[in-house]
Protein backbone atom coordinates (compact mmCIF):
# COMPACT_ATOMS: atom_id res chain seq x y z
CA UNK A 1 0.00 0.00 0.00
CA UNK A 2 1.54 3.08 -0.71
CA UNK A 3 5.38 1.69 -1.76
CA UNK A 4 4.90 0.38 1.52
CA UNK A 5 5.94 -3.31 1.84
CA UNK A 6 3.79 -4.83 5.22
CA UNK A 7 4.31 -8.11 6.69
CA UNK A 8 1.30 -9.78 5.60
CA UNK A 9 -2.04 -8.67 3.21
CA UNK A 10 -3.91 -8.85 6.75
CA UNK A 11 -1.65 -5.59 7.99
CA UNK A 12 -1.39 -4.02 4.50
CA UNK A 13 -5.43 -3.67 4.68
CA UNK A 14 -5.03 -1.65 7.60
CA UNK A 15 -3.14 1.18 5.77
CA UNK A 16 -5.73 2.69 3.94
CA UNK A 17 -7.93 2.43 6.66
CA UNK A 18 -5.72 4.25 8.95
CA UNK A 19 -5.17 6.82 6.20
CA UNK A 20 -9.14 7.20 6.38
CA UNK A 21 -9.24 8.47 10.16
CA UNK A 22 -6.02 10.66 9.81
CA UNK A 23 -8.02 12.30 6.75
CA UNK A 24 -11.05 12.09 8.76
CA UNK A 25 -9.05 14.05 11.73
CA UNK A 26 -9.64 11.11 14.19
CA UNK A 27 -5.82 10.27 13.91
CA UNK A 28 -3.12 12.60 14.17
CA UNK A 29 -0.20 10.19 13.69
CA UNK A 30 0.24 6.85 12.67
CA UNK A 31 3.70 4.92 12.98
CA UNK A 32 4.88 1.54 11.63
CA UNK A 33 6.54 -1.27 13.56
CA UNK A 34 7.50 0.25 16.40
CA UNK A 35 9.55 -1.64 18.95
CA UNK A 36 8.52 -1.76 22.92
CA UNK A 37 10.77 -3.13 26.00
CA UNK A 38 8.85 -5.43 27.62
CA UNK A 39 11.97 -7.05 29.76
CA UNK A 40 15.18 -5.54 29.98
CA UNK A 41 18.63 -6.52 29.34
CA UNK A 42 20.35 -9.04 29.76
CA UNK A 43 17.10 -10.94 28.92
CA UNK A 44 16.02 -8.78 26.53
CA UNK A 45 12.32 -9.58 25.17
CA UNK A 46 10.55 -7.10 22.87
CA UNK A 47 7.12 -6.30 21.70
CA UNK A 48 6.45 -4.94 18.02
CA UNK A 49 3.76 -2.79 17.48
CA UNK A 50 2.09 -3.26 14.09
CA UNK A 51 0.88 0.23 14.16
CA UNK A 52 1.20 3.39 17.10
CA UNK A 53 -1.66 5.61 16.23
CA UNK A 54 -1.84 9.36 18.52
CA UNK A 55 -5.97 9.54 17.97
CA UNK A 56 -7.37 13.48 17.83
CA UNK A 57 -7.63 13.43 21.68
CA UNK A 58 -4.31 12.99 22.02
CA UNK A 59 -4.66 9.30 23.73
CA UNK A 60 -2.48 6.32 22.70
CA UNK A 61 -3.77 3.71 20.59
CA UNK A 62 -1.94 0.26 19.31
CA UNK A 63 -3.28 -1.76 16.54
CA UNK A 64 -2.48 -5.26 16.08
CA UNK A 65 -3.24 -6.97 13.02
CA UNK A 66 -3.32 -10.74 13.95
CA UNK A 67 -4.76 -14.15 11.81
CA UNK A 68 -3.12 -16.29 14.09
CA UNK A 69 -2.15 -15.76 18.30
CA UNK A 70 1.29 -17.65 18.66
CA UNK A 71 1.18 -18.55 22.69
CA UNK A 72 4.26 -16.33 22.42
CA UNK A 73 2.13 -13.60 21.12
CA UNK A 74 -0.49 -14.08 23.46
CA UNK A 75 2.07 -13.74 26.58
CA UNK A 76 3.58 -10.17 24.81
CA UNK A 77 0.44 -9.57 24.76
CA UNK A 78 -0.28 -9.48 28.39
CA UNK A 79 3.13 -7.99 28.80
CA UNK A 80 2.42 -5.19 26.68
CA UNK A 81 -0.70 -4.22 28.54
CA UNK A 82 0.74 -4.71 32.28
CA UNK A 83 3.82 -2.41 31.68
CA UNK A 84 1.96 0.14 29.53
CA UNK A 85 -1.13 0.21 30.77
CA UNK A 86 -2.20 4.02 29.08
CA UNK A 87 -2.71 2.35 25.79
CA UNK A 88 -5.71 1.83 24.33
CA UNK A 89 -4.96 -1.71 22.07
CA UNK A 90 -7.37 -2.60 18.97
CA UNK A 91 -7.14 -6.10 17.43
CA UNK A 92 -8.08 -7.00 13.88
Sequence with gaps: YK????D???EAECGPMLDIKKKAGMVK????????????????????????VEKSDGK?????AK?????????KMKLF?????DFEVEIY
Design 3 to 6: GVLY
Design 8 to 10: SKH
Design 67 to 75: GFWTDVAKI
Design 81 to 85: KHFYP
Design 60 to 64: MMIIE
Design 29 to 52: DVQRQVPFQLIPSPNRVTYKADFV
